[in-house]
């Protein structure tokens, strides 16, 4: 990585000197921190490290729940206020552009600095050096519909000046973290109000922006390092819940292929009322040779088997496959291949591109899952074009993660899909939709009350929104 050139160096200088200089934060700019920090919050973990790129005063650092906080900044002056802001911090006096740590960070944050910034496309760069594979970086920035109304407060005298800076764009951003080596995992808009105004702002922060993410001032991106494709030898275990699928026991057996060095098999009945269980008994002692787990579910619902089954699991990557058959076994490869190349986190089936097999889903099912597939998209800010589909695949390490940090949702998931999507997501992974070839069913009828079910989903989407969304 080159050094920063003469002009970037002259850029940085008069930047270091502002802010050398600068007053202390105005009552509304440490209000618009606090509520940038309540969002951070919601993003990264508590058990985190987390380096802050333009720390400033540490004000932001101060009110982040981490384990261990770092920040720099250009400012020497800057860099003292922070010290004594966060005592247990760790902090340097460095230019982004020109970053040289040690240290690899959980989180790195870049809040309202990267338009400040010499070189976005280098600080960025520089900060790739401090990442680990599992990093993320979370920056903000505002949004440029509200360049107008910002520099008229400032002329006002109602926000402080700010030397010379860039108005970077949401496609701006995008292109520079792919130029950086970093890759986008979702967005996120927030805050209509930046200041305390006697509750008002909570009910347009909490409430009202997230229906006009367009109008709202801050724009929060999350992005991971841009992992390379290499494939890594990993086990497998495979869960498929069954109720009511006698039939279809033993023809998953056979069709499910090798996945990786090795690959368990969990069958989870579900309190059937024809044979399944019989048949998972007589089938897991007539092969003996693959390894199968065979166990009954504690409770009711996919939900109880899913959690029940991925408790026994030894598989590196855990996968879900319903026993009725219509999303064949042989697309697995396609889930295995994704995660172990690490070109996602969580992958999820999608029934919704290709033709399907007549009497596959109904019309009206078919209508109620591209509805809900735009809902959800809109709730987790990344595309899910198919939330019902069962087959969703993910690292073990991942789920282990996701089941501690269980509580901020609950098992309030019947159907095993949701608590996965959202816990997931809460974990900033990064997913990707895999195309399936949905077939109709051959054995039994379907497991699911078309109508009662869709009442529950709407109530998921509810659930979603207050939780994810309108926080």
Not at 48 to 59: H, I, K, M, R, T
Not at 147 to 175: F, H, I, M, T, Y
Not at 203 to 212: E, K, Q, S, T, Y
Not at 286 to 309: F, T, W
């Amino acid at each position: 990585m080159n050094d920063s050139t003469p002009l970037s160096k002259g850029h940085l200088k008069r930047v270091a000197a502002f802010y050398d200089t600068a007053a202390e934060p105005s009552r509304t700019a440490r209000q618009y921190r606090r509520i940038l920090a309540h969002y951070y919050n919601l993003l990264i973990s508590p058990s985190a490290s987390v380096l802050e790129a333009g720390c400033g005063n540490g004000e932001l650092l101060a009110l982040l729940n981490a384990k261990d906080r770092a920040g720099f900044d250009l400012s020497g002056k800057q860099i003292e206020r922070a010290r004594q802001q966060v005592p247990d911090g760790r902090f340097f006096v460095q230019a982004g552009e020109e970053l040289a740590l040690d240290d690899c960070f959980d989180a790195i944050v870049v809040s309202d600095t990267l338009n400040l910034a010499a070189d976005a496309q280098q600080l960025l760069a520089r900060l790739r050096q401090v990442a680990h594979p599992k990093t993320r970086l979370v920056l903000n920035f505002h949004n440029t519909l509200w360049r107008p109304l910002l520099n008229l407060a400032a002329r006002l005298g109602l926000k402080r000046r700010e030397p010379e800076n860039s108005w970077l764009a949401g496609s701006d951003v995008r292109n520079l973290l792919d130029l950086a080596g970093w890759e986008l995992i979702k967005t996120s808009a927030h805050i209509l109000c930046p200041f305390r105004c006697f509750g008002i702002d909570v009910l347009l922060n909490r409430f009202a922006a997230p229906l006009v993410p367009w109008g709202c001032l801050t724009l929060f991106y999350v992005a991971r390092p841009r992992p390379v494709r290499e494939r890594k030898p990993l086990s497998t275990s495979v869960l498929i819940p069954a109720r009511n699928e006698a039939g279809n026991i033993e023809e998953i057996l056979q069709r499910t292929p090798p996945l990786g060095p090795e690959t368990e098999l969990i069958f989870v009945e579900g309190h059937s009322t024809d044979d399944t269980w019989g048949e998972i008994q007589r089938v897991a002692k007539a092969y003996p040779e693959r390894n199968i787990k065979i166990l009954q579910q504690p409770g009711k619902g996919k939900g109880d088997a899913v959690r029940a089954g991925f408790a026994v699991a030894t598989g590196d990557i855990l996968m879900i496959l319903d026993a009725d058959m219509t999303m064949p076994p042989e697309e697995l490869p396609k889930f295995y291949e994704i995660i172990a190349t690490n070109s996602a986190e969580f992958a999820n089936g999608v029934r919704l591109v290709y033709p399907m097999e007549e009497e596959a889903m109904r019309f009206f099912n078919l209508c109620a899952n591209k509805t809900f597939s735009l809902l959800f998209s809109w709730l987790l800010g990344q595309p899910v074009k198919d939330t019902l589909c069962g087959t969703k695949v993910m690292l073990r390490t991942d789920y282990e993660k996701l089941a501690a940090n269980r509580s901020y949702f609950g098992e309030f998931d019947p159907f095993g899909d949701f608590d996965l999507l959202f816990g997931a997501n809460k974990m900033n992974l990064k997913f990707a939709d895999v195309p399936i070839r949905y077939a109709a069913r051959t054995y039994g009828t379907t497991n699911i009350a078309r109508w009662r079910n869709g009442v529950l989903l709407l109530r998921m989407v509810l659930f979603a929104a207050r939780k994810l969304k309108f926080v």
